[in-house]
Nanobody, 120 residues
Framework: VQLQASGGGLVQAGGSLRLSCAVS????????MGWFRQAPGKEREFVAA????????YYADSVKGRFTISRDNAKKMVSLQMSSLKPEDTAVYYC??????????????WGQGTQVTVSS
């Protein structure tokens, strides 16, 4: 499966962005999907995940209430709507097919990242 993320950009604090991830190859509906991010000098961290059916969603505490993950299995797309953005949300965002390993989400297949920059 191949993943292509898009939608990043520069936005002012308090603004919104919508990231999209197009998936090709494989059986998209069979994968749980997620978003991770990596800020300069920091480790990659989990942001959000959605079950294969779309019925269950999971969020890092730092984005809960501000970000919404969704998917369209017919279009093979997963999206991340980001609102009330903060400068600390600045990072490269990656979409991934994910597995739950213990209590942590783990990326199994990765797309290229898309840069999100939030100015203060």
């Amino acid at each position: 499966v191949q993943l292509q993320a898009s939608g990043g950009g520069l936005v002012q604090a308090g603004g919104s962005l919508r990231l999209s991830c197009a998936v090709s190859g494989g059986t998209f509906s069979g994968y749980d999907m997620g978003w991770f991010r990596q800020a300069p000098g920091k480790e990659r961290e989990f942001v959000a995940a959605i079950s294969w059916s779309g019925r269950s969603t999971y969020y890092a505490d730092s984005v809960k209430g501000r970000f919404t993950i969704s998917r369209d299995n017919a279009k093979k797309m997963v999206s991340l709507q980001m609102s009330s953005l903060k400068p600390e949300d600045t990072a490269v965002y990656y979409c991934a097919a994910v597995n739950l390993v213990g209590s942590s989400w783990s990326g199994q297949k990765w797309g290229q990242g898309t840069q999100v920059t939030v100015s203060s």
